[in-house]
């Protein structure tokens, strides 16, 4: 080997050297700079170059409190012997193999946040805990293997939870928080309009502040708008969502703004169109009186005819034609006319059915008749006398 190759080869030796000690001194300390309450606690003690009269932080060991721990330590007193470990962690027997391990490098099981052994955890994750699964159960464990009720983010046993979710409440985290619902998951606020924010998962609500109304509390009683209901409609307004937009209106009143409807008109849906009548008037606008022979003064809106009856003594559809004057209480049928409960005395039906002028002509007509058939009569009984005297 030439010189040049020794050079090289004691080059490169060097690099790799440098190279682990720069390694190694990524956890490694400075001299006394890992004392506990700093360098001012670290003095020359039994001839060594620095002690540190407090110990070291954690991390790290030797007099000068120089190196450091294994990765999983806390506290420890060599390279491979830990005193405390981090969460996770533990001192102990491997459960696989039962060899005894000092470095904190065997972990604790799921769910556990502390351990001294595989089987004994002293702290679990939330929503684990240790001892009797259930009240009524027989298996105890230390291994936070048991799962909390599912409301609860942290508990010491199946029924006392110690943390719930939100919106949750109680020793069961079974409950909403005051101002809460919801069947699952209790994220709903109730409405404000709820009693001292009482109310159910559904939302509904035992009873209502003043303005109030619905089994959810959730809206205005008529006449009051506004988050929260204290605010006045309009007068012509029977409920409203604001001062301009009305949704239902007193009588004769309509659309948003409940402006009045047409003269006569008792309902109305615009200013040109009616959907019901004050008493004794029709037509779309209800501008066009009922015939006064109208039955209580009322007439279909679009035709004007009487279709409830007429007053005593007319009959048709307007209830403008007059019954007989024979017809017994002026009772007549509404269609043709004919007396619904019989003639006054001395008329017949015929007479009262042809109405107070038209029966002097059938009586006059019947008479006529009575004497041509008498005449008749007479001339036939004539003619038999003579012949019977040939």
């Known amino acids: 080997m030439n010189v040049g190759d020794i050079k090289m080869k004691n080059t490169l030796l060097g690099l790799v050297l440098?190279?682990?000690?720069?390694?190694?001194?990524?956890?490694?300390?400075?001299?006394?700079?890992?004392?506990?309450?700093?360098?001012?606690?670290?003095?020359?003690?039994?001839?060594?170059?620095?002690?540190?009269?407090?110990?070291?932080?954690?991390?790290?060991?030797?007099?000068?409190?120089?190196?450091?721990?294994?990765?999983?330590?806390?506290?420890?007193?060599?390279?491979?012997?830990?005193n405390t470990c981090k969460n996770g962690f533990y001192i102990g027997r491997n459960p696989e193999n039962n060899q005894y391990a000092e470095d904190c490098s065997l972990s604790c099981p799921d769910n556990c946040i502390s351990c001294t052994s595989y089987y004994n955890c002293s702290k679990c994750n939330d929503g684990y805990y240790n001892g009797r699964q259930y009240p009524s159960s027989d298996v105890v464990t230390y291994n936070c293997q048991h799962k909390c009720r599912d409301n609860c983010i942290s508990c010491t046993s199946y029924d006392i939870c110690t943390k719930c979710k939100t919106g949750f409440t109680g020793d069961?985290?079974?409950?909403?928080?005051?101002?809460?619902?919801?069947?699952?998951?209790?994220?709903?606020?109730?409405?404000?309009?709820?009693?001292?924010?009482?109310?159910?998962?559904?939302?509904?609500?035992?009873?209502?502040?003043e303005g109030f109304t619905g089994v959810k509390c959730d809206r205005c009683i008529d006449g009051k708008f506004g988050n929260l209901c204290d605010q006045n409609c309009p007068l012509t307004c029977l409920a409203c969502y604001s001062m301009t937009n009305c949704s239902a209106c007193i009588e004769k009143h309509w659309g948003n703004s409940c402006q009045q409807c047409p003269n006569n008109c008792f309902n109305c849906s615009s200013n040109s169109t009616c959907s019901s009548c004050d008493k004794g008037f029709h037509g779309q606008i209800c501008n066009k009186q009922c015939n006064v022979n109208c039955l209580d003064g009322r007439c279909d809106q679009l035709s004007g005819n009487c279709n409830d009856g007429c007053v005593a003594g007319f009959y048709g559809n307007f209830c403008d034609m007059k019954c007989g004057n024979d017809c017994v209480n002026l009772t007549c049928n509404k269609v043709h006319g004919k007396c619904l409960q019989g003639c006054k005395t001395g008329y017949n039906a015929i007479n009262s059915a042809t109405g107070n002028e038209d029966t002097k002509g059938v009586i006059i007509g019947a008479a006529v008749s009575g004497c041509i058939l008498l005449i008749i009569i007479v001339v036939l009984v004539a003619a038999v006398v003579l012949l019977a005297r040939r």
């Open 172 to 209: 069961l985290c079974d409950n909403c928080e005051v101002g809460k619902n919801g069947s699952v998951d209790c994220v709903n606020s109730c409405s404000v309009g709820c009693e001292n924010k009482n109310c159910t998962y559904s939302g509904e609500c035992p009873s209502c502040k």
């Open 18 to 82: 440098l190279l682990c000690d720069t390694v190694l001194a990524l956890n490694e300390c400075g001299r006394c700079n890992c004392c506990i309450n700093g360098t001012s606690r670290c003095e020359y003690n039994n001839n060594e170059d620095g002690v540190c009269l407090d110990g070291c932080i954690d991390g790290y060991y030797t007099y000068s409190c120089i190196h450091a721990c294994s990765n999983n330590c806390v506290t420890c007193s060599g390279p491979s012997s830990c």
